[in-house]
C-alpha cells in the first residue's frame, strides 16, 4: 500500500530567508526536500558549492549557506 502524501510531516517552503545547510545536503534544491510544495515556486537546484559556499535562489530569494564549506573537502561536482 502506498502511503498517503497529504499525511506526511514537511515544514513550509520558502518559510525563512536564510537556511544553513551541510555537505550532506547537496544536491541543494529549492523547495528542499521535506518542505511543503503545493504553495511553492518550481523545483530549482542550486550549485552553492560552486558559488563559493553561499547561494540565493531566484525565485523566493532565500539564501543557503554551506555551513561546512571547504572548497577542498567537496567533490568536483556536486551533481554527481
Known sequence: MR???????TVPANAQR???VAASDLTLS???PGMSLWDS???????????GGRVR???????????????SALPLTEWA
Not at 502511503?3 to 510531516?9: I, K
Not at 530549482?44 to 560552486?50: D, E, H, R
Not at 535562489?57 to 572548497?71: G, K, M, Q
Open 41 to 51: 515556486h518550481p523545483r530549482v537546484f542550486l550549485p552553492v558549492a560552486a558559488d
Open 18 to 20: 536564510h537556511y544553513k
Open 30 to 32: 529549492c523547495p528542499m
Open 57 to 71: 535562489c531566484p525565485y523566493c530569494s532565500a539564501e543557503y549557506e554551506l555551513a561546512d564549506y571547504r572548497p
Open 3 to 9: 502511503p498517503n502524501p497529504a499525511l506526511e510531516r
